[in-house]
């Protein structure tokens, strides 16, 4: 183990430890791999939640103005009316 690793037990229900077992046999790989990863696969789901928890918030709390509204309209009206796919040319 290297400096940067924490060895840690944990006890589970023995249905669990069975699917665990089954599982890091097929992808082949050991114990401590395979639980690292299920932490950091909650780990970044749950930060991506906060995030957009968080973007959801400061949207509510500093919507953009109608001036501001009419000008990413506007942009996207242009930028897309250029496209081969719209049917018309810019």
């Keep these: 183990m290297t400096a940067q690793t924490v060895k840690i037990e944990v006890s589970l229900p023995q249905e669990e430890f069975r699917q665990i077992e089954r599982l890091r046999r097929e992808l082949k790989l ?17 930060q991506r939640k906060d995030n957009i928890q968080r973007y959801i ?21 242009r ?11 810019g």
């Design 30 to 46: 050991s114990r401590s791999a395979l639980i690292t990863q299920a932490i950091r696969q909650l780990l970044e789901e749950r």
């Design 57 to 77: 918030t400061g949207y509510r709390d500093h919507p953009e103005t109608p001036e501001e509204y009419a000008g990413f309209q506007e942009m996207a009206q």
């Design 79 to 89: 930028a897309f009316s250029q496209e081969p796919w719209n049917g018309e040319q």
